[in-house]
């Protein structure tokens, strides 16, 4: 091989091994399982009685036709199905708040889901963005956790798949959550 040679295979071969090594990142193919992490739940709310684990606590000072200004906040059980007999895996805790002048346009929401059992046990996940609207799927960033989601980052599609009383409702949660090396323990 001629000497000014030399320098362009090495160059490709530079250029080859880091395409190789961002294609494996980026794939999640480390053996860690730090690429993309699908996670499928329910979030079970209750909006009456003593049972109650969505309340608005805060009404808009524009009135009782508007939105905007109001605050609430949930606790939500997190479970592994739509059934509230599948096993409870956390909570879904947060606040919302009203910011849209249009009625019923727009509230601003951060939520953490508290994992207490299963395999993300002992771990958080910080969820918000905005929601526009109570129908369709709402889709909010993940923007951090705790545990095993460390750094995390991603998306939540939030869709209500029944009503199975006027009071309750069942919500389909699927997160997309790019996990982080530090967040292996």
Same mark, same amino acid.
């Given at each position: 091989m001629?000497?000014?040679s030399l320098p362009h295979l090495?160059?490709l071969l530079a250029?080859?091994?880091?395409?190789?090594v961002?294609?494996?990142a980026?794939?999640g193919?480390d053996?860690?399982h730090h690429?993309?992490?699908?996670?499928?739940?329910?979030?079970?709310e209750?909006?009456?009685?003593?049972?109650?684990?969505?309340t608005?606590?805060?009404?808009?000072?524009?009135?009782?036709?508007s939105s905007f200004?109001?605050m609430?906040?949930v606790?939500d059980?997190?479970r592994?199905?739509p059934?509230?007999?599948s096993?409870?895996?956390?909570r879904?805790?947060?606040v919302?708040?009203?910011?849209?002048?249009?009625?019923?346009k727009?509230?601003l929401?951060?939520?953490?889901?508290?994992f207490?059992?299963g395999?993300?046990?002992?771990s958080?996940?910080?969820v918000?963005g905005?929601l526009l609207?109570?129908?369709g799927?709402?889709?909010r960033?993940v923007?951090?956790g705790?545990?095993?989601?460390?750094?995390?980052?991603?998306y939540m599609?939030f869709? %209500?798949?029944?009503?199975?009383?006027p009071?309750t409702?069942?919500?389909e949660?699927?997160?997309?959550?790019? %996990?982080?090396?530090?967040?292996?323990?």
């Amino acid at each position: 091989m001629a000497p000014s040679s030399l320098p362009h295979l090495l160059f490709l071969l530079a250029l080859t091994s880091s395409v190789a090594v961002l294609a494996a990142a980026a794939a999640g193919s480390d053996g860690d399982h730090h690429g993309l992490t699908h996670i499928h739940l329910y979030v079970h709310e209750t909006y009456t009685g003593a049972n109650a684990t969505a309340t608005a606590v805060l009404q808009s000072p524009l009135g009782a036709n508007s939105s905007f200004g109001s605050m609430g906040v949930v606790d939500d059980e997190i479970r592994v199905g739509p059934d509230r007999s599948s096993q409870l895996v956390g909570r879904y805790q947060g606040v919302f708040f009203g910011t849209s002048l249009e009625q019923g346009k727009g509230y601003l929401t951060s939520i953490t889901l508290v994992f207490t059992a299963g395999e993300y046990g002992g771990s958080t996940l910080s969820v918000q963005g905005p929601l526009l609207g109570f129908t369709g799927t709402i889709e909010r960033a993940v923007v951090g956790g705790t545990g095993k989601f460390r750094l995390a980052r991603g998306y939540m599609l939030f869709k %209500m798949i029944s009503k199975p009383t006027p009071e309750t409702d069942v919500n389909e949660i699927n997160l997309f959550v790019l %996990m982080h090396p530090a967040g292996k323990y």
